[in-house]
């Protein structure tokens, strides 16, 4: 699942905490390239964290989604900020398990190295 303009992010963002059917399943989050204010990013983070998303990826200039969620009690593996998209393929490889559902907002070659529609 690609995702671009914020409201549809945040759309996309419920419709990963549904996915994730009960917590049966593990929901990861990654976000780069989003317009707006550094309070708004970080509201966003915030709003992750509220939802329950098992695990953030945020790349390059989003990096205020990950302070968001820090500061709102994300922890340990949960949050995490890379400086490039190839940092965060690398990382998804060597992490995502069988089943994990995965929203990609802002990252269309993240999503197609890992094999989303775009």
């Avoid at 699942?1 to 994730?20: C, F, H, N, Q, T």
């Avoid at 989604?65 to 009690?73: F, P, Q, R, S, T």
Wanted: proline letters at 3%; charged letters at 25%; a negative charge.
């Amino acid at each position: 699942m690609i995702v671009v303009d914020p409201a549809e992010v945040r759309e996309g963002l419920r419709d990963l905490a549904v996915a994730s059917e009960g917590k049966t399943r593990r929901t990861v989050a990654v976000l780069g390239n989003l317009p707006g204010e550094r309070d708004e990013l970080m509201d966003l983070g915030r709003f992750l964290v509220r939802l329950d998303i098992s695990v953030l990826v945020v790349v390059g200039d989003a990096g205020p989604v990950h302070a968001g969620a820090v500061l709102e009690g994300s922890w340990g593996e949960e949050s995490r900020h890379v400086a490039t998209e190839e940092d965060a393929v690398a990382l998804l490889r060597a992490e995502l398990r069988d089943h994990d559902v995965v929203l990609v907002s802002g990252l269309p070659s993240v999503a197609r190295a890992l094999g989303a529609a775009s």
